[in-house]
């Protein structure tokens, strides 16, 4: 910390309670009242370095009685007036950055300028100040100084003068300046240093990370630091990094923004520091004033910092215009959210559901109306450089879309959500967004679980089945993993008519794969030549045969898993046969039947297919299974 020594005799004031004396060995002969302490002193000291005090003590000297003097408004109080007391003494005191600006203030009040002698108390602190301004520590601890004397330092324009200050080192590297910064001691120890050709050398010193001033200036009230804000955004420094500090910030001040409850409890947010809770009415208009200061460009906060405050403001019953400024800012960047930073509580004054679902729907509609506007026509297509390596990330859209249905089936089980809502926000992710419908099907399976098989029908109606499948259409069946297929084919609780449509979507996957496999077989068999006309030798030939019959293994225990699966399916196609709609509904949607049948009949004179060479170069035949023949068809 900076220091400045003036003066240069003893102490010489003996402190009684509220009451100075000068020790001086002559009689004091005017008496200075600052509020409740008194001040014994002389009056020569007092004449020849002050102003005010040389007219005061003349007033009251004219009026003849005991010289006492009252002065109950001097910025600083009595410890600001006792050390300007010291200087017209010439005691020995300390300037500092902590005592500097009410003692500025003070001389500035008690007129001590130049007319009062070279040297006088102004002009040694404006010295003082020049250099306290030169490091980051001492400026914010003078400008932390400045509330106590908050309206005279402005009107010296030391406050502009600290804030201008911080703001150019803020935005400036301090590494390339060596200015010390978080308080850290300025000194260095010998082990900071090398000998270079004899001369000390200070040691290359660590990074300092962007975030490096954010603590610092977290401490101070909230005008000084939105004028701090202001002019280190004047300056020009990256809306990042102003963003993390503003949060950073708001951390600091909101309790609510760390999990704690209003009250009266305290709040530790500095070692020996302890600071009560602000009120609820508090809380709100800071939390409105930090969300001005947050920059307005697109991904410099944080969503789930955007998403937090905005929960906040719930609570706390910010103001529209607040509350919708979040959302956009939420909306704009919903890419970036997770699950549980969208789990706001309901605060509204009819609470029907356990989340704010509407405030969700509206944070999807501004992140769905935003592309809209960005016109992308296929999002779903990959980057070339991501091909070519393997990897690939998931577009905004589709990361958006697992997002919703994730929240979907976190919110599904509450029995007060109603149909509406729950079919509102799953329609608004188009169908080209999900890649896999699972994430969806997992939330509806959940909805139908808490609004089907309710114990107490009378609170909470029962899904008719018109809505049943009106909730269902928002997945596609084409689009559920095997996984997904094989749970819904069993899902008691989804429409009859959506079982048939995965079974069969299911069979036509099978059949496509199926297909595939014989394909690659057809391959395989034209490119054999029993006769060697490719020029192959005997070992050769003999390698090319086993390489061929390890591909044909393959393909016979794909075929016998594919056959189990089918197996499985019709066994849940019987046990959906026992309802009354079996296959009168099956053959009416798809037309199977007499095509099933007779298809069967064909396949039984195909059951032999040719599938490897001997080692002679003769083809053998290979009795296939009824369902791979069936699906061949």
């Avoid at 997002?403 to 809502?421: G, S």
């Avoid at 009859?496 to 199926?514: D, G």
């Avoid at 079996?582 to 064909?602: I, M, V």
Wanted: glycine share 6%; proline share 4%; hydrophobic share 40%.
């Amino acid at each position: 910390m900076a220091c400045m020594r003036l003066g240069s005799k003893p102490e010489a004031f003996h402190r009684e309670g509220e009451t100075w004396h000068c020790m001086s060995g002559l009689p004091s002969d005017v008496t200075v009242k600052i509020n409740e302490s008194s001040f014994h002193l002389h009056k020569f000291p007092l004449l020849s370095r002050s102003g005010l005090l040389e007219r005061l003590i003349n007033e009251a000297t004219n009026e003849g009685s005991d010289c006492i003097i009252e002065i109950h408004d001097i910025p600083g109080g009595a410890k600001a007036f006792e050390l300007a007391t010291k200087f017209c003494y010439g005691i020995k005191l300390e300037l500092t950055a902590l005592n500097a600006v009410s003692l500025r203030c003070a001389a500035e009040y008690l007129q001590m300028t130049e007319d009062y002698g070279e040297g006088n108390l102004i002009s040694q602190i404006e010295t003082f100040l020049n250099e306290v301004f030169s490091s980051w520590t001492d400026t914010i601890k003078a400008l932390e100084r400045c509330e106590e004397v908050l309206p005279y330092a402005e009107e010296l324009h030391i406050v502009s003068r600290c804030i201008n200050s911080l703001a150019m080192k803020a935005c400036s590297d301090p590494s390339l300046f060596g200015w010390p910064v978080s308080g850290q001691d300025t000194a260095k120890s010998s082990k900071d240093t090398i000998l270079w050709n004899g001369i000390p050398t200070e040691t290359k010193q660590s990074s300092v990370n962007d975030d490096w001033w954010y603590e610092d200036v977290s401490f101070l009230s909230l005008p000084l630091y939105k004028r701090l804000i202001v002019a280190i955004t004047s300056n020009g420094l990256k809306a990042e990094k102003i963003a993390g500090s503003v949060a950073f910030y708001a951390m600091r001040h909101l309790p609510l923004m760390n999990g704690q409850q209003s009250g009266n409890n305290t709040n530790h947010v500095n070692p020996g520091t302890t600071i009560s809770i602000p009120s609820e009415a508090d809380q709100r208009a800071f939390l409105e004033e930090i969300v001005n200061l947050l920059p307005n460009q697109k991904g410099v906060a944080q969503t789930k910092f955007l998403l937090r405050l905005l929960r906040m403001a719930m609570m706390l019953q910010a103001s529209s215009s607040c509350r919708e400024n979040l959302e956009k800012r939420a909306g704009a960047q919903l890419d970036q959210a997770a699950v549980e930073d969208l789990l706001i509580p309901n605060k509204g004054y009819t609470v029907e559901t356990l989340y704010d679902i509407e405030c969700v729907q509206r944070i999807v509609d501004h992140f769905m109306s935003l592309n809209q506007l960005a016109n992308i026509s296929s999002p779903s297509i990959l980057e070339e450089d991501q091909l070519m390596d393997g990897s690939y990330s998931l577009t905004s859209m589709t990361m958006v879309a697992n997002l919703v249905d994730a929240y979907l089936a976190e919110v599904a089980p509450d029995v007060n959500l109603k149909f509406p809502k729950f079919q509102q926000l799953a329609a608004v992710i188009p169908d080209y967004a999900r890649p896999l419908a699972d994430g969806i099907y997992h939330a509806i399976d959940i909805y139908l679980k808490n609004n089907v098989f309710v114990l107490q029908p009378q609170s909470h109606p029962w899904l008719t089945e018109a809505e049943r499948e009106q909730i269902c259409r928002l997945m596609n069946c084409q689009k559920l993993s095997l996984d997904a297929s094989t749970h819904a084919a069993q899902n008691e609780r989804l429409p009859l008519r959506v079982v048939v449509q995965v079974l069969f979507f299911e069979q036509l996957r099978l059949r496509t794969s199926i297909s595939g496999w014989f394909f690659v077989s057809d391959n395989l068999d034209s490119t054999q030549n029993p006769s060697g006309s490719l020029g192959l030798g005997k070992n050769d030939h003999t390698q090319h045969a086993h390489s061929n019959a390890a591909s044909f293994d393959d393909v016979r225990e794909r075929v016998s898993e594919l056959e189990k699966e089918c197996l499985s399916m019709r066994q849940e196609l019987r046990k959906l046969g026992k309802t009354k709609r079996r296959w009168n509904f099956f053959s009416k949607t798809f037309g199977f039947g007499e095509r099933w049948r007779s298809t069967n009949l064909k396949n039984q004179q195909r059951c032999n297919v040719e599938t490897q060479p001997s080692s002679a170069g003769a083809p053998q035949k290979h009795e296939m299974g009824e369902v791979g023949v069936k699906f061949m068809a």
